[in-house]
């Protein structure tokens, strides 16, 4: 079974930054796709990055490209989201996933295992 804790969540103006980690344990996060989404008051959620197993590629959402960067730490078992130029409507809870397959993917449904969110609340 792998679980995930994100952290790095917080309050911040529009047009700063945040960085969010996850850390996975009970599987090596080189075995695993790990992405973050996000959900937002009243809204479903949404696909925000996706990373392969070794880390050398990356997936975004078009609202977030060019903004956030994904990455992963294999040796500390861990994936980041560094987000800047954030905007309001970045606000929403943001969740760490992780599957097993080997291809990368944009669905929620593809994902085995979650965190359990982290806040990130951007005031204009």
């Known amino acids: 079974q792998v679980q995930l804790v994100e952290s790095g969540g917080g309050l911040v103006q529009a047009g700063g930054s945040l960085r969010l980690s996850c850390a996975a344990s009970g599987r090596t996060s080189s075995s695993l796709v790990m992405g973050w989404f996000r959900q937002a008051p009243g809204k479903e959620r949404e696909f925000v990055a996706t990373?392969?197993?070794?880390?050398?590629?990356?997936y975004y959402a078009d609202s977030v490209k060019d903004r956030f960067t994904i990455s992963k730490d294999n040796a500390k078992n861990t994936v980041n989201l560094q987000m800047n130029s954030l905007k309001p409507e970045d606000t929403a809870v943001y969740y760490c996933?992780?599957?097993?397959?080997?291809?990368?993917?944009?669905?929620?449904?593809?994902?085995?295992?979650w965190g359990q969110g982290t806040q990130v609340t951007v005031s204009s």
């Open positions: 996933a992780a599957n097993a397959a080997v291809r990368l993917s944009t669905l929620s449904n593809d994902y085995d295992y």
């Open positions: 990373i392969s197993r070794g880390g050398s590629t990356t």
